[in-house]
């Protein structure tokens, strides 16, 4: 008897080492690296963030298909896949080619042999079989996890049930509007392009819009659009074309969620978030890709049953499940993913490495920052001008 609980505390002390050796990849820590390197000669600067680069999680960049189309995870499985533990050594429960694994802060991915619906087994040698549990009802998500006799609760990144992700302003967002359109854009020297955007909707019927801002379906859970409307210069709205037209074989077609916005609406969102979450909005000092009309907010949708796909997380999700490289979730969700970041990043675009949602136009720098609402657009057959 002594033997076997030896055994079993032997198994549960080496699935939690001491100290890991990778860590996932943590945006802010890059963050604080360009404002360190900010001051350091460009030669060594380029030494220490190349150095640094090599050390994360994120993905290379590669113009490949994602490969075949994976089958989804078992319906019984989805109410267990998520993120346990405190925030500082959570792991994640994911699913990959049709099997749950573990995965640990160190990186390293055990699988989860099953032994009922709710219960598992990991075998991480040398120490032999830790028992798995997991506390749920029904189809709702579990609520915590046992590993042997210790318990971790689920970490609630996000909204599980599809509904949007919300914040709680800063301050009342009448306000914050008020201030946005007294205030003026950061004054921006060089020659820029004549800005010449396009209507996204009139490109292709397989375009659909879901302008979450022009609702109160939105993180602020109140509009800041006066119109459900998307706008693109014109090249990056011809690249957004050609990207539709790669993933259209595929039975998807683009469900566009933002794309020009008008610089007051980037200082409201900015104002109104909580510091923790600002890796997530655009400092209006800087101007943001969507101001110059050079930014699209986008995702999957089956062109057969109209449906958007699901992904890693939800839209505007001011969570790690956001990142384009998140390792969590189920084969389909990252596959969808990376399908689309493929089709786009063929076209010119690059995915922000905070949301995998957002793409940049390769030319965004050669336009100037817009402040001008949807309905104060004007468009020339080849411009539009501001009143």
């Given at each position: 008897m002594h033997r076997q609980l030896g055994r079993h505390f032997q198994a549960v002390t080496n699935f939690f080492p001491r100290r890991s050796?990778?860590?996932?990849?943590?945006?802010?820590?890059?963050?604080?690296?360009?404002?360190?390197?900010?001051?350091?000669?460009l030669c060594v600067g380029i030494l220490a963030l190349s150095f640094f680069t090599t050390q994360s999680y994120a993905q290379a960049v590669s113009l490949a298909a994602p490969g075949p189309k994976p089958a989804d995870s078992r319906r019984a499985w989805k109410p267990l896949i998520g993120e346990y533990?405190?925030?500082?050594?959570?792991?994640?429960?994911?699913?990959?080619?049709?099997?749950l694994f573990l995965r640990k802060d160190d990186g390293k991915e055990l699988r989860l042999e099953p032994r009922s619906s709710d219960d598992f087994a990991v075998i991480d040698p040398p120490a032999g079989a830790l028992?798995?549990?997991?506390?749920?009802?029904?189809?709702?998500?579990?609520s915590s996890i046992s590993l042997g006799d210790l318990t971790f609760h689920r970490r609630m990144l996000g909204p599980e049930d599809g509904q949007e992700f919300r914040i709680q302003p800063s301050r009342p967002i009448d306000e914050l509007r008020k201030e946005a359109l007294a205030a003026s854009p950061p004054h921006e020297d060089g020659a820029f392009r004549g800005p010449d955007l396009v209507d996204l909707a009139s490109l292709d019927s397989t375009i659909h819009l879901d302008i979450r801002y022009a609702t109160a379906n939105d993180f602020l859970g109140t509009p800041v659009y006066t119109q459900a409307r998307a706008f693109l210069q014109r090249p990056a709205a011809d690249a957004l074309l050609r990207a539709l037209q790669r993933l259209q074989p595929f039975g998807y077609g683009l469900l566009i969620h933002d794309a020009y916005r008008p610089w007051y609406v980037t200082k409201i969102f900015w104002d109104a978030t909580p510091p923790e979450g600002k890796i997530f909005v655009a400092d209006p000092?800087?101007?943001?890709?969507?101001?110059?009309?050079?930014?699209?907010?986008?995702?999957?949708?089956?062109?057969?049953?109209?449906?958007?796909?699901?992904?890693?997380?939800?839209y505007d999700e001011m969570s790690r499940r956001s990142f384009p490289d998140y390792p969590g979730g189920t084969s389909l969700q990252r596959w969808?993913?990376?399908?689309?970041?493929?089709?786009m990043e063929s076209e010119g675009f690059t995915v922000y490495e905070h949301e995998w949602w957002h793409f940049d136009y390769k030319d965004w720098r050669e336009y100037p920052i817009l402040n001008v609402a949807f309905e104060k657009l004007q468009f020339a057959?080849?411009?539009i001008r501001e009143d």
């Open positions: 050796r990778v860590r996932y990849y943590d945006r802010r820590v890059k963050q604080a690296l360009h404002k360190l390197l900010r001051g350091l000669p533990g405190p925030e500082q050594a959570a792991f994640i429960v994911l699913e990959k080619s049709g099997a028992p798995v549990h997991f506390v749920h009802t029904h189809s709702r998500p579990a000092s800087q101007g943001s890709r969507h101001n110059r009309g050079c930014a699209v907010d986008l995702t999957l949708y089956e062109l057969k049953a109209g449906k958007p796909v699901e992904m890693t997380g939800t969808h993913r990376d399908l689309l970041r493929w089709a057959p080849k411009k």
